[in-house]
């Protein structure tokens, strides 16, 4: 097996570490932050990811695994390293911040003294790895002997692990056939699944990503548009996408109407698309990726006027009860959750907000700490005049509305999400309105 590095113990990085190591690879893992290598090294992880837990512990009870802040033992213990630290949106313009790119590469550099590859893996402009593989061999040791690869990662939180053990596909840009062989190593229980390798240039590689993310986006946004289409003309968007849905060019999934996406992938990599494609010249031709997230979030916002309008067009001291957090269920990630951003929007109007989620509420208390969030489901609604639906957790759509009559004080909900029985909530007496379908 292969002697890996991961740099970086982000969502990405914790996620390929544990993975890798659990494939029998020996892994170590780097971050910069000591109190979070300890914690990592004490078996914790930071954030929420289903099955990520009991790999991480196995993984470091086999001896495959560790976490370091030691650069010098990274470059000398491995042989190939993964790249995966964070391109957030930059403070000052859409592009993407490549700070924690280039100190990667500027702290690794100089350690390494032996044959190596770096394997990137973390989302960024078209023409990053061209650079980066030059300064490389321009300030290491080794010189020409430490060569580049680009090796795009695909997760969707809420199934990371698997994404990482059972890929749909693996994409690797290259200029050296040697490093094929390196990674189809590191990779070979996928490969012997029978999961497609993709080799290709590095501009390639570096594109595949964001593409993907732009694709799916843009579809969200256009279900999301026909969806305001479909209320003004009483037409039902979810039979709608079901039936283009049946047309093979099309497909079902990412056609669900509701408050649109967010999280750290598809808002900051649209916007870093679009901003790299003008400073390229094109950036007419992507202008479409700037309504796309209009589009989104002009969700948020509707959400909020159907909010008004049950309540007269004056949120002021209106009890309101958001159902859910996190940007998407069986994640704690609120990062651009569309949820709280409605439910920011609701205070600001002067509603009183009470912020529920089975997962995430942790992380908000820190992050929001001017919210108010309650962990009993059932203390949440207590009171409230309007439920909002903005996170598809099982414990939502399982909700008995019947047994929610005796603790509010209004029985309207707006299911943001179109997910909840439509039949059920009317014949427990409530009112439900959906975006771009009817309700009661």
Known sequence: MTRLSVIGTGYLGVTHAACMASLGHQVIALDVDPEKIASLNDGVVPFHEPELQELLSSALASGNLEFTTDWAVVAAQADVHFLCVGTPKSKDSDAADMSQVNGAIA??????????????????????????????????????????????????????????????????????????????????????????????????????????????????????????????????????????????????????????????????????????????????????????????????????????????????????????????????????????????????????????????????RRVHPHLNCVDSLTDAVSGATLLIHLTEWNEYRELDPAALNSVVAGRTIIDGRNMLDRDKWINAGWAINYLGKPGS
């Not at 037409?235 to 056609?255: E, K, N, S, V, W």
């Not at 679009?274 to 969700?299: D, P, Y």
């Not at 704690?332 to 009183?352: F, T």
């Open 107 to 364: 702290s690794l550099a100089p350690h390494l003294t032996k044959p190596a590859l770096i394997a990137g893996k973390s989302t960024v402009p078209v023409g990053t790895a061209a650079r980066l593989a030059e300064y490389l061999q321009a300030n290491s040791p080794a010189g020409a002997e430490i060569h580049l690869a680009w090796n795009p990662e695909f997760l969707r939180e809420g199934f990371a692990v698997q994404d990482t053990l059972h890929p749909d596909r693996i994409v690797i840009g290259i200029t050296n056939p040697e490093d094929e062989k390196a990674l189809r190593e590191v990779y070979d229980a996928s490969i012997q699944e029978g999961t497609p390798f993709i080799t290709t240039d590095y501009a390639t590689a570096e594109l595949v990503k964001v593409a993907a993310n732009s694709f799916l986006a843009t579809k969200i946004s256009f279900i999301n548009a026909f969806a305001d289409l479909c209320d003004a003309a009483g037409a039902d968007i979810t039979q709608l996408a079901d039936a283009i849905g049946h047309d093979t060019r099309i497909g079902r999934r990412f056609l669900n109407a509701g408050v649109g996406f967010g999280g750290g992938c598809l808002p900051k990599d649209i916007k870093a698309l679009h901003a790299r494609a003008t400073e390229l010249g094109l950036g007419e031709q992507f202008e479409f990726l700037a309504n796309v997230g209009r589009v989104n979030q002009m969700r948020r916002e509707l959400v909020v006027e159907r909010a008004k309008s049950f309540t007269g067009g004056d949120l002021t001291g209106v009890r309101i009860a958001v159902l859910g957090a996190a940007f998407k269920p069986d994640s704690d990630d609120i990062r651009d959750s569309p949820a709280l951003s409605i439910a920011q929007a609701l205070v600001d109007a002067g509603a009183d907000v009470v912020v529920h989620d089975p997962i995430a509420l942790n992380v908000v």
